[in-house]
């Protein structure tokens, strides 16, 4: 059983940052892309940010520069270090499992994580 356990989301200042985090169990974790994508109501789920098995990593243009995912194959866990936040940037964010480079999501979801920053 793929379980996805994220943690991190908060309420931040615009110009703040957050770190979020996502241990990954019931998966062969250093074969798999990993995935963050965010989703505000009324609008369909969006990618944030891939990183394929070897490390190569894929952004959305609206937060290249800003955002920086990364995994730990060791600890099973991928990171999205948000830095410089938006008010733009409040959504609940989904770790994704299984998903292919550069931006197509993997079938394995979290259960979220709220993030929102306040102007």
């Known amino acids: 059983q793929v379980q996805l356990v994220e943690s991190g989301g908060g309420l931040v200042q615009a110009g703040g940052s957050l770190r979020l985090s996502c241990a990954a169990s019931g998966i062969i974790f250093a074969d798999n892309g990993m995935g963050w994508y965010r989703q505000v109501p009324g609008n369909l789920r969006s990618l944030v940010a891939l990183i394929a098995p070897g490390g190569t990593a894929n952004y959305a243009d609206s937060v290249k520069g800003r955002f920086t995912i990364s995994r730990d194959n060791a600890k099973n866990t991928v990171f999205l270090q948000m830095n410089s936040l938006k008010p733009e940037d409040t959504a609940v964010y989904y770790c994704?499992?299984?998903?292919?480079?550069?931006?197509?999501?993997?079938?394995?979801w979290g259960q979220g994580t709220q993030v929102t920053v306040s102007s």
């Open positions: 994704n499992a299984g998903g292919f480079f550069p931006s197509r999501p993997g079938p394995y």
